[in-house]
């Protein structure tokens, strides 16, 4: 059973649009939700994070949003620039030493 | 801050032999390391987690005799892949949480190995 769902594997923008990269999730004690941004042959980076206590985090031009209730986070990038160009990742974890759960990444390409 | 190193970055070996692959935390003493594995157009798949000085915890399906893993130091855990297979060809990368946060993850630039 997948516990965090990536549903989009594909997503194109243009450049200087706002990039929204969706995620769902199952478990219902995840409390701690992040993104990473990958590029081939690399190791995912750290992009932006958002406690359950908050519906919103911004960090520059990343916004991450939280709805509780439906189960769901969004990823905004704005404006989006071609160096955006990667595979997304959403991940969930719980309270403690546990290990992040990832979904299957949506690779996002701005088109210039 | 929260680097993460991997040596190699990649490597070759023959089918049958033993290939070992480093993971450091530079910067800060990480008391939990993950290992994860990835397939071409798939997601991370988590292999175990490591805690300095203790045995690893392996994810079901992962053979621990196969994929031996090491924390020895709050800085240093290693990934050995015993008697490779061409199967076992991949890209192997490692993370680390510290102290600097509960939840983060800190990830290494992956491990390409290819197994002939």
């Known amino acids: 059973d997948q516990q965090v769902k990536q549903n989009s594997p594909s997503l194109s923008v243009q450049e200087g649009r706002i990039s929204i990269l969706n995620c769902d999730y199952t478990n219902s004690m995840f409390d701690y939700f992040l993104w990473y941004k990958k590029y081939p042959a690399e190791g995912p980076t750290f992009l932006i994070s958002i406690s359950s206590i908050k519906d919103k985090n911004e960090d520059g031009r990343f916004t991450v949003f939280l709805n509780k209730s439906a189960k769901h986070l969004s990823l905004h990038i704005v404006p989006s620039q071609p160096g955006d160009s990667a595979v997304y990742f959403c991940a969930a974890t719980t309270a403690g030493n546990t290990p992040l759960v990832f979904g299957k990444g949506t690779r996002l390409s701005v088109i210039a | ?116």
């Open chain 2, 1 to 116: 801050g929260a680097v993460v190193s991997q040596h190699p970055s990649w490597v070759i070996c023959k089918s049958g032999t033993s290939v070992k692959i480093e993971c450091r935390s530079l910067d800060f003493q990480a008391t939990t390391m993950f290992w994860y594995r990835q397939f071409p157009k798939q997601s991370l798949m988590l292999m175990a987690t490591s805690n300095e000085g203790s045995k690893a915890t392996y994810e079901q399906g992962v053979e621990k005799d196969k994929f031996l893993i090491n924390h020895a130091s709050l800085t240093l855990s290693t990934l050995t892949v015993t008697s490779a297979h061409p199967e076992d060809s991949s890209f192997y990368i490692c993370s680390a949480r510290g102290r600097l946060g509960i939840y983060e993850q800190y990830f290494g630039p992956g491990t390409r190995l290819t197994v002939t």
